[in-house]
């Protein structure tokens, strides 16, 4: 179940090693985490709970729980951050796991430290702006950062990004936006790099403490830079907690980093931009998406992120939310129902789907603990990106490029950040703007009649007010342009076309035809130029499809005449169609997906089962029982239920006990919250050894 093809990711040859789950014989291909190797032969339970028996699978796919632990040559390890090797014997936990006996391990020994001048926490969109912004100063610079590339989300996305095409790489891929940040970083030889190398904890003797490769380090610096990003918030339902129920982001982690095929029909809660993104990536990579139910009347997410969905013929499903999850080992159907106006379901409104996967994708929080830490110790702190405020991958860019520069002023050095800039960042933080009428811009009116256009032109279906320039940038005629200057102004186009389709392969919304009248002298037919990311093999050239319209009503049916692809298109096609001529300016897509649904029963569910705290197995009653019995302090229920004090720290449950207290009619200044302590992950005993080569043991 690994991807054998991707329209916009490449697929290396990598070795194929042996390896054994269970006692059953697997292949890995070199270089895999264990979940994913597991995950491409088929398994998604890797373990059982020691409380309660339950099946346990992947869930944060970032080494944040322990949902997927499993012993690697009798050692328990996270699978979602352990490369798997050459014949590993890889067992699930069953009940709490044997220490491994070892007579040879050395003293605990001090851990090295290291002074330098700027400690920047996160090697994505943010971090790297500001190291670069410091490199430039030859400042003494270290990014250190989890992963085992840099570039954060940034390696997960394949879409175009929005935003300014001069100022934060508008029109590129993600993907190939974090690889270009880090190959400038390169050329700066202050600025040193740690990868695999958490931070796990800011002491108050203003040190920092680093698992680098699995060694203890401590490191002291003179300033502090927060780059650590987003985590996804989650929801608690029935059935939640089944193997199968996991974040958009773990999601895009399996699928757009280590190539595996993760479902084969899924099904998203949240229709903010994460989730309508993640289901077209599932879409491009082959996999079925069944529906998107967003709780709110209309999706949060960017219009064209949607609309683009709603044309290939994906399901929205408004002000709807999901009940309940069924399976026994894991998911197999999902259950959604219409909502009232209080978010209570409405019986008689249910909705089945059999699908293998959901995923939730309802908003993200900053991962800010280490900031509130740092600030309550004295260190000279600053936040970027996510970190500081929830927004698009543009703004943290930007952000991580003036808060370098604001370091280097702080510094002493001679620097200056132009008044310009925050205003930019103010524009890339906002929210999207109203939504305007479609007018179609190859409709001219003369005496109350509405005649089209000739020749060729493009049909621009960017009706929300968003930041977002590309598509100006690269007309030849320089013929699309954005009246008044703000770059949240809808563009539109005013000139001549010379039918090069590079508007069309630009625009990150996929908002973009091309019309061309002059293709049928008889005036019969016209051609209709769309873009196209989506496998091989989907459409061809002779392939009669169905033509959806701007917001994805069917249209009509056309022939497929052409698929156009040149290097400079970026892997994007140009798919040539022949459409009947009084539909040439209503096509703005082409439909793939019949929609599937059957009416289900309602549902009966005790809500005081479910689970809430994943690391514990505490329930909803459990909690709710607590409350209702006085309980406002939040690490006294960690000490009656040990809620929060397992492998997550909390991050998964305290935000939706938070929730509880307030369903339960308890004012938030009457909660004491949680207490932060480092540290913020779990550090293996092995880190704070010393062999005699002074390496973790």
């Not at 009649?449 to 000739?454: E, L, Y």
């Not at 938070?658 to 880190?687: D, L, S, W």
Request: aromatic fraction near 6%.
């Amino acid at each position: 179940m690994r991807l054998k093809e991707h329209p916009i990711l490449d697929i290396p040859e990598r070795k194929s090693i042996g390896f054994t789950f269970d006692g059953r014989s697997m292949e890995a291909l070199e270089g895999e985490v264990i979940s994913s190797a597991l995950f491409s032969n088929g398994v998604r339970v890797f373990g059982r709970h020691v409380v309660d028996n339950s099946p346990q699978g992947i869930f944060c796919a970032n080494g944040q729980c322990a949902q997927c632990l499993v012993l690697a040559d009798g050692v328990p390890v996270k699978a979602c951050i352990t490369e798997i090797k050459e014949g590993m014997k890889v067992d699930p936990i069953q009940g709490l796991p044997e220490l491994p006996e070892d007579d040879s391990i050395a003293p605990v020994s001090q851990a090295p430290e290291m002074e330098i001048d700027v400690l920047i926490v996160g090697g994505g969109p943010a971090g790297l702006s500001a190291a670069i912004e410091l490199g430039r100063m030859d400042v003494h610079v270290m990014i250190v950062d989890d992963k085992l590339e840099l570039g954060g989300k940034l390696s997960l996305q394949t879409h175009n990004f929005f935003g300014s095409i001069k100022d934060c790489y508008a029109g590129s891929r993600g993907m190939n936006i974090g690889k270009d940040l880090a190959q400038e970083l390169e050329g700066y030889g202050t600025v040193e790099v740690w990868l695999n190398s958490p931070v796990v904890g800011v002491f108050s003797d203003k040190k920092v403490g680093v698992v680098r490769d699995g060694v203890y380090t401590l490191l002291a610096p003179h300033h502090i830079l927060i780059a650590t990003g987003a985590r996804e918030k989650s929801l608690a339902f029935p059935g939640g907690d089944l193997p199968g129920v996991y974040g958009a982001g773990a999601f895009q982690t399996l699928v757009n980093r280590d190539l595996v095929q993760a479902s084969e029909r899924i099904f998203i809660l949240g229709g903010g931009n994460v989730g309508l993104i993640t289901a077209y990536h599932a879409i491009q990579a082959g996999m079925e998406v069944a529906g998107i139910a967003e709780a709110l009347p209309s999706c949060g997410g960017y219009k064209v992120h949607l609309d683009k969905l709603r044309r290939l013929g994906v399901p929205i499903y408004t002000s709807h939310t999901v009940v309940c999850v069924e399976g026994e080992e894991k998911v197999e159907k999902v259950i959604i129902s219409e909502i009232d106006r209080g978010f209570q379901p409405i019986e008689g409104t249910e909705k089945e789907f059999d699908v293998d996967t959901l995923l939730i994708a309802v908003g993200l929080n900053s991962v800010d603990e280490l900031t509130a830490k740092a600030q309550e110790f004295g260190l000279s702190t600053y936040s970027a990106g996510d970190a500081a405020i929830i927004a698009e991958a543009s703004a943290a860019m930007f952000s991580g490029k003036i808060v370098g520069r604001k370091i280097l002023s702080d510094m002493g050095y001679d620097t200056d950040i132009p008044s310009e800039w925050d205003d930019m960042l103010e524009l890339l933080r906002s929210d999207p703007g109203p939504t305007h009428p479609m007018d179609a811009p190859s409709y001219m009116t003369t005496s109350g009649s509405k005649t089209p256009r000739n020749g060729i032109y493009p049909i621009i279906r960017c009706t929300q007010e968003i930041p977002c320039d590309p598509c100006t940038a690269v007309c030849p005629k320089d013929s699309i342009h954005i009246p008044g200057g703000n770059m949240k102004d809808l563009p539109i186009f005013d000139g001549e076309c010379v039918g090069c389709g590079k508007c069309v392969c630009i625009c990150p919304g996929l908002a973009i035809t091309l019309v061309d009248r002059n293709y049928d002298s008889t005036g019969r037919t016209a051609r209709v130029v769309v873009p196209w990311e989506l496998p091989e093999g989907t459409i061809r050239v002779g392939m009669n499809v169905v033509t959806a319209g701007f917001e994805g009503e069917r249209i009509g049916q056309a022939e497929i005449i052409d698929i156009r692809y040149a290097k400079w298109q970026d892997r994007r096609r140009l798919v040539s169609l022949a459409v009947p001529w009084d539909q040439a300016d209503l096509i703005a897509g082409i439909r793939i997906i019949d929609e599937e649904e059957r009416k289900a029963e309602p549902r009966s569910h005790q809500d005081d089962d479910v689970i809430v705290c994943r690391c514990e197995r505490v329930t909803k009653g459990a909690i709710r029982e607590e409350i209702r019995n006085g309980a406002r302090d939040m690490n006294a229920l960690k000490a009656i239920l040990r809620v929060g004090m397992g492998p997550c720290g909390g991050k998964t449950c305290i935000p939706l006990i938070e929730h509880m207290f307030k369903e339960e009619g308890v004012n938030k200044e009457e909660m004491k919250e949680h207490v932060e302590r480092p540290f913020t992950q779990e550090v293996p005993i092995y880190a704070f050894i010393r062999g005699k080569e002074g390496r973790g043991g």
